[in-house]
């Protein structure tokens, strides 16, 4: 079943929503590069600045093949892979000292209601979409 109609404008408004601004957060991966890098580093991550790119790669392809309804599937679990990953072992609030206890909370919680947004929308990444590019696998 397609989603047309007024449901097939408000799913384009929340894809763009929601996919600009992962894309927005990949796009940060490489213009903060150092910084992440050290930040992934002092988390213990292996070869940290490699996986800054390749996490902000996966970010920018993901967000806008979500935008665009490009493969939304794919770039929804992909993204809700990394974010669940990234809540995990960067954002350890329960590891940290107390000061830095709350920015990791927010950014750990941040990280889990994206990852449940990207999945509502690989749950519905099986229809056709209005307003699409309509190119997927499933």
Same mark, same amino acid.
């Given at each position: 079943?397609a989603v047309?109609?007024?449901?097939g ?10 996919g600009?601004?992962i894309?927005?957060m ?20 292996p070869?940290?600045a ?10 920018i ?9 490009? @493969?939304?599937?794919v770039? +929804?679990? /992909?993204? *809700?892979?990394?974010l #669940?990953v %990234?809540?995990? $072992?960067v954002?350890d ?5 107390d ?8 950014h @750990?919680?941040?990280?889990? +209601?994206? /990852?449940? *947004?990207?999945?509502? #929308?690989a %749950?519905?990444? $099986? ?12």
């Open positions: 079943m047309t109609g007024t449901e404008l408000v799913l384009l408004v929340a894809r763009v929503l929601v600009v601004v894309a927005f990949g796009l940060n991966h490489f213009m903060q590069s150092d910084a992440m890098a050290g930040y992934a580093e002092a988390k213990g991550l070869a940290p490699v996986m800054v790119y390749a996490s902000g790669l996966v970010l392809l993901g967000g806008l093949g979500i935008a665009l309804g490009a @493969f939304p599937v770039a +929804a679990v /992909a993204i *809700a892979g990394f #669940v %990234a809540a995990l $072992t954002h609030f329960w590891a940290v000292p000061e830095q206890a709350q920015d990791e909370m927010t @750990f919680l941040k990280n889990i +209601a994206m /990852a449940g *947004a990207v999945l509502a #929308v %749950a519905v990444g $099986t229809q056709e979409w209005a307003y699409s590019v309509g190119l997927g696998l499933f």
